[in-house]
C-alpha cells in the first residue's frame, strides 16, 4: 500500500472512522439524546467534504489496482453524492426522533448508505461497484422499515429488498458474463478487450450482459421499466429516507451508468453499437418521462407524487446520457461543445437540491398537518410562510420554470439532445415538461390557494436542521443557475476526467 | 462586469429591475405582523422610485432617439458563455415607451392595491414587487433566452396574485391562465432552440438578426418557426380563438391585478411579435401579413361583439381589450411607417386607457359589490366624480381627439388602409362597436332611474381620484403631444421597416 493511496481514500476513512465512532456512541446514549449520535455522523461527514475539496487536485496513477479511483469524475460525484447525506442527515434530526424506533441507528446507516455511494462513485471495477451497490442497497432496506408502528413500512421494506436482491443478482450474473468473455474485472479493461473481440458486431452473449447489468442498475435509477417498487417504497419509507434514495441513491446510480457507458458500451471498437444502445437509452428515458408524469398526474399523496415525479427526472437524465453516447459516436475527441454528460450532471446537481428540497419542505407541511395526503396540507403557507417559499420553488424548479437551476439545466439537456439528433427526445422532454407543471402546481395551490382543513396543527417548530436543509437548498437552486458558468466548468473538467 | 457602451449611461436597467427585488427583501424582513400598512407603503416607494428613474431615462434617451446605435442604456454579462447565452438587457425605442408604461402602471397599481393587499400583505406586495422585476426584463433583453426566462417568471406572480387574492373562481381562472400560457410557450421554446442550431451564433437577438441565417432557410421553416413564436404571442395578446383564458383571468382578478394585466400583461404579446416575429423573420411575415391582418380584424370585431353582450362591468372591458387588440395586431400587420407606429402608440394608448377603465370598476364594485350591469343603475346621482370620471374614460376609450387613443386609431387606420383597404373598412365596425358598447355601458350604470338600494354609497376617496387624474393626465399628455411618444417609438420602427423592405 502506498501513502499516496490513502490520501485518495482519505474522505472515505473520515467518514467510516464518524460511522465506528457514532455506532458505539450510539450504545451509550440515552434515547432522548440520539440527536448526539446525528451530530457526530454529521461531523464526519463535513469532515470528509472538506477533505474531497482538498484532494481536488490530487491526483495519482496509483490506484488499488483499479479498483477505487480518484479521478476528476468520481472527485464530483463523490461531492454530490455527500452533500446528499449531509442535507438527508440534516433534515432527519426531526424526523428520526419522533418516528423513529431507533434513532441512532438510522443516522448512521444513512452514513454508510452514502459512503456505498461514494465507493459506487470511485470504482473502476466491478466487484467494487457491486460493493457498494450492497452496501448501499442493503442498508436502504432496512432504512425502509425503520418505521416498525407503520405495518406499511414494513410492506415497503419487504418489496424494496426483494425487487433489490433480484435486481443485484441479475446485475451479478451480467458482470459474471463479462467477465467470463473478457477475464478481467476492471472496467476500462473490459471495455477495451469487448471492443477486440466484438470487432463491431453485437454478440449475442455481450448483448445478454449489458441487458442485465442496466436492468440492475436500472432498478437503482428507478427507471422504466425497472420503477414498479419505487412508488410503494417512497410512500412507505419516511420522508428523508426517501429523499436519500430518490436523490442520493439515483446519483450513485447514474455515476456507474455514465461510467459503464463509456468505458465498456462504448470501448474502443464498439463505436457501432453505441449507437443502438443510444436508442435503446433513448427508449427508457421517454418511457421513464412518459410514464413518470403522467402516472403523477392523479396523485394524491405528497410522496406518491414525488416518487412519480423522480422517476420521469430520472428519465430527463437520461436524456443527457444518450446526447452523451451520440455526440461521442459523432465526435469522438470533442467534449468542447453541448456536452450530453455535463448537461446530464448537471442537471443531477440542481436535481439533489430541488428534490431534498421539495421534500424537506414538505415533510414540515406534513409532520404539521399529521399526513402527507396533499388535501391535508392545504393552506398551511399562511402558517409557514418561509416554508412554503422554498417548497413551492423548488417545485417550480422541478417542473422546470424559471429563475431556478430547472430551467437552464432542462434547457441544457434539451439542447444536447437536439445537437445529437434526438429532436424527438426533446421534443417528449418538452411536453413531459408542461405535464409535470400541472401536479406541480397542485402542490403549490394546495399550499397556497386552498382553504386549512386539518384543525390539529403540531406547530411545534421542525428544527434547524430542516431549516438549514432548505436554506441550503434554496441556496442551490439559485445559485447553480446565476453561476451556472464557473459550475459548467467544474463539471466539465471532472467529465474530462472520467 | 456591465458593460455600458454610451456615455450618458449612468443609469442602468439592471438598476430598474433590482430594486423592486431589493423592496421585495425588505418586505421579507418585516418581521411576523400581518396586519401593518408598512408593505403597502415600502410597495409604493419602490414602484414610484423605479417610476420616477425610468422617467429620467426616457429623457436621457430623447435627444439620442434616431441614432445609429438603437440599443442605449445596456447591460450585459456573459451568463453561460457554453451555450452562448449572455445576460444582456437594453432600451430601444420599442421597448423604452413599454418599459416607462409598466413603472407607470406598477406605481398607480400599487396605490390601487391599498385595501386589496390587506389580505397577507407582505406576500401580495413582495409578488407585486418580483412581477415588476419580470416584466422589465421580458421588455428589455435582448437576449432570446433570456427574453424567454423573464417570459417564464412573470407567470409565477401572476397565478398567485390570481390564486390568492381573486375572485370566487380564482383558482380555475389561474390554472387556466398558467395552462395556456405555458403551453404556448412551449411553441416559443421549440423556436428558440430550433433558432439556436440553424443560425449557431446564439441567442442574441441583435446577432441572429445580423447572421442573416434565418432569411436563407425555406419559407416553410421560416413559416415554421414564425409560427412557434406566434402561438406564444398570439395566447398572450389574445387573439382569437385563444383568448380564452382572459375573461376568465380578469373577472377573477383583483383590480390592480386586472390593470396590469390589460395595461402591460397584454403588451408583451404585441412586443414580442413586433420584436421577435417581424425581426427575426421578415420574408414570413410578409408572407404571413394578410392572415396577420385578417385575424386582428376578427379580434376587433368579434370581440367588440362579445362586448357588447356581457352582463358583467369587467368582462365588456375584458372583451374590449380583446377587440382593442385587434387593433394593434391590425397595425403591425399593415406592415408600413404608420401603421408601425400606430399600433405602437396602440399599445401605449390602451394600458393607460384600460388601466382608467379598470380602476374605474373597482371603485364601483368596492362600494356596490356587484358588477352585474343590470343590477347597477342610476349611480350619477350617488357618484357624480366617479360618473364624470367614467365618461371620460369612455369618450378616451372610444377614441375621441384629445385623448392618445384616438392618435393610435387614427395612425393606425390610416395606415392599414394603405395596405388593407377593405379589411380596414370592416375593421372600422369596432370603432363604432366600441363607442355602442361603451356608452351603453355607461348609460346602463350611472344613468337611468335611481335604484333605493344605492343611496348612501360614497363617491371616490382622494387615492382613487388620484390613481385616475395620474392615468388621465398621461392618456391626454400623450393624446395631445402625441410626439413624446412618437419621437422615441419612430426610429425603432424606421429600423424594423428597413429591415422587412
Redesign the interface.
Known sequence: MHEKDLIMIFPELLLIAAIFIATVADLFIRKENKSAVGYMVLLGMIGAMAALIGIKDYSTTFTYAGTFEHTGYSWWFRIMILAGGILTIMMSFVYAQERQSKPGEFFYLIAIATLGGMVMAGSGNMITVFLGLEMLSITSYVLVGMQREKAFAAEASFKYMLYGAVSSAVMLFGFAIIFGMTGTLDLAEAGAQLGGLLQGDASPAATMAMIMVLGGLGYKLAVVPFHQWCPDVYHGASYPVTAFLSVVSKIAGFAIIIRLVDYVFMGSGLEALAAQWALAFAVIAAASMILGNVAALPQTNVKRLLAYSSISHGGYVLLGIVAFMSLREAAPSNIA??DGATSAVYYLFGYLFMNIGAFAGLMHFSRMAGSSEIKDIAGLA?KS?AVAFVTASCL?SLAG???FIG??AK??L??AA??SGYLWL??VG??MS?VS??YY?KVI?AL??DEQTVTDINTTPSGAGVTSTLAFSFAGILVSMFL??PL?EII?WSMERL | MFVNPTELNTLSITALMVIPLIGVLIIALQGKSENTKAPHYIAAATTFTVFVLSLVMAFNYWPYAGGDNQYLFRDTW??????NFSYDVAVDGLSLPMVVLTTFLLFICSLASWNVGDK?P??YFALFLFLETALIGVFTSVDM?LF???W??E??PM??LI??WGGAR??YA??KF??YT??AS?GM??SL?AI??LAGVGFSYESVVASGVLRELSMLVQVLLFAGFFLCFAVKLPVVPLHTWLPDAHVEAPTPVSVLLAGVLLKMGAYGLFRFNFGLFPEATQYLATTLAVLGVINIVYGAMLALAQTDMKKVIAYSSVSHMGFILLGLASLNHMAFNGGILQMFAHGTITAMMFLMVGVIYDRAHTREIAKLGGLAQQMPMASSLFLITSFAAVGVPGFNGFIAEVLTFVGAFQSFPVLTIIAALGIVLSAAYMLWLQERVFYGPRKAVWNGLKDMNGLEKFNMFACLFVVMLTGILPFLILDIINPATVQLLGLLG
Do not use: H, N
Request: charged content about 10%; cysteine-free.
Open positions: 461543445f453541448l399562511k410562510p417550480v420554470l424559471p429563475p430551467f437552464l434547457f441544457y434539451f439542447g437536439v445537437q426533446a421534443l418538452l411536453v408542461i407543471l400541472y402546481a395551490k397556497y390557494f451556472a458558468a459548467i466539465r | 456573459d451568463w453561460v458563455p457554453y451555450l397577507q407582505k406576500l433566452l424567454f426566462i423573464f417564464e417568471l407567470l409565477i397565478y398567485f390564486g390568492i380564482r383558482e389561474s390554472t398558467i395552462l405555458v403551453l412551449a421554446f421549440i432552440l439556436y442550431f
